[in-house]
Nanobody
Framework: QVEVVESGGGLVQPGESLRLSCVAS????????MGWYRQAPGKERDLVAD??????ARYSESAKDRFIISRDKNNNISLQMNSLTPEDSGVYYC???????????WGQGTQVTVSS
C-alpha cells in the first residue's frame, strides 16, 4: 500500500506563482513514476507533468514553458507553477504509479484557483 499526500494549493492572482508538493510513502517499488494531474469542473483529469525515478520528466503542452516538476530520492515531488492563468485552475492530484504493473495511487487533491 502507498499513501500519497499533496499540499500547497490556494488562491492566487493571474501572473503569480504557486508551488505544490507531494510525498509518497509506504511500499515504494522501482521503477515508478510520479506526476501531477489537473481536473477542472466538468472536465476529465488530465496530465500536467510527471517524472520518473530516473529523473526524466514530461509536460503537457500548456505546462512545458511555465511549470517545473522536480523529485528527490525520498519520493517527494514538487510542481513549481509560474505565470498562472485562470485556465490553470482546478483540483490538482498527485499520482504514484508502478511502471510495468497496473497499480497506481492517488492523493486526495489540492485546489488551485487563479482569479483576480
Amino acid at each position: 500500500q502507498v499513501e500519497v499526500v499533496e499540499s500547497g494549493g490556494g488562491l492566487v492572482q493571474p501572473g503569480e506563482s504557486l508551488r505544490l508538493s507531494c510525498v509518497a510513502s509506504g511500499s515504494i517499488f522501482r521503477p515508478n513514476i510520479m506526476g501531477w494531474y489537473r481536473q477542472a469542473p466538468g472536465k476529465e483529469r488530465d496530465l500536467v507533468a510527471d517524472i520518473g525515478d530516473d529523473g526524466s520528466a514530461r509536460y503537457s503542452e500548456s505546462a512545458k514553458d511555465r511549470f517545473i516538476i522536480s523529485r528527490d530520492k525520498n519520493n517527494n515531488i514538487s510542481l513549481q507553477m509560474n505565470s498562472l492563468t485562470p485556465e490553470d485552475s482546478g483540483v490538482y492530484y498527485c499520482n504514484y504509479a508502478m511502471i510495468g504493473r497496473p497499480i497506481d495511487y492517488w492523493g486526495q487533491g489540492t485546489q488551485v484557483t487563479v482569479s483576480s
